[in-house]
């Protein structure tokens, strides 16, 4: 207790009381303990999830979620996903979903969207595994399916992101809007669905898992990685 007090930097009677359950750490009292103990947030992890009732109030928010994941596995069942999507494309879409608002609102709204992924490219830069069907890059104009291409291209070119077509004529039936598991540093994977008010995060037990099985299962009925690539390539 006395080496851990000089590690930590905290007094032995402090730790005692914390040992004992006498008293409890405040959130970061916890994070300075898990840089002593050198676990790697799953002691701060540990603690949100005995304060707090079901997921951590941080982990409703998908941009903390993105901020904080080391890997992302993305899949769609009729679009580029949000977080890859270029200028471009994410401009085609918030058309068609926004049809009466102005341009400027418009290229606002995609330019948010493309600087999501970015910004996490600076910061994080997680793995991202994207999986979503050919037919998403078909029937678009030629501008903006080059842009999308171009972009993904661009983005794989780096290795951290993964991209598996699933071809045209394979249904997609078990999936019926955008999902995301992000991968937590502590060792802690989370799910979230794209619905129609929001993204919102899946807490029933075994929801995460449910998600993750879908991912792979979509990953067998996607053309191989390399193969993936090079449609894209030969998309263009």
């Not at 409703?60 to 596995?73: H, K, M, T, Y």
């Not at 580029?80 to 979903?97: C, D, M, N, T």
């Not at 993904?152 to 394979?170: A, D, F």
Request: aromatic share 6%; net charge neutral; no cysteine.
């Amino acid at each position: 207790m006395r080496k851990f007090a000089t590690v930590s930097h905290f007094a032995v009677s402090t730790l005692s009381r914390w040992e004992n359950g006498k008293t409890s750490p405040i959130r970061a009292d916890v994070v300075r303990l898990d840089k002593a103990l050198d676990v790697n947030g799953r002691l701060v992890a540990e603690w949100e999830a005995a304060n707090s009732e079901g997921f951590p109030s941080w982990m409703r928010s998908p941009g903390a979620r993105e901020e904080r994941a080391v890997a992302i596995d993305t899949i769609s069942v009729n679009l580029v996903p949000g977080l890859i999507q270029s200028p471009k494309y994410a401009h085609a879409v918030f058309r068609a979903f926004h049809p009466r608002s102005a341009s400027a609102e418009i290229e606002r709204l995609a330019q948010l969207r493309v600087a999501r992924y970015e910004s996490l490219t600076r910061r994080n830069d997680p793995l991202v595994t994207a999986v979503f069907p050919m037919n998403a890059l078909s029937h678009l104009p030629s501008e903006v399916k080059e842009d999308q291409i171009e972009y993904l291209l661009r983005h794989l070119e780096r290795g951290r992101l993964i991209v598996y077509l699933i071809p045209k004529t394979t249904p997609i039936l078990a999936v019926s809007s955008s999902a995301q598991v992000y991968h937590l540093p502590e060792g802690r994977s989370v799910a979230a669905s794209d619905h129609v008010r929001g993204n919102v995060l899946l807490e029933k037990p075994g929801d995460t898992e449910a998600v993750e099985s879908l991912v792979r299962d979509l990953i067998g009925l996607a053309s191989p990685r390399s193969e993936s690539v090079s449609l894209l390539e030969g998309t263009l």
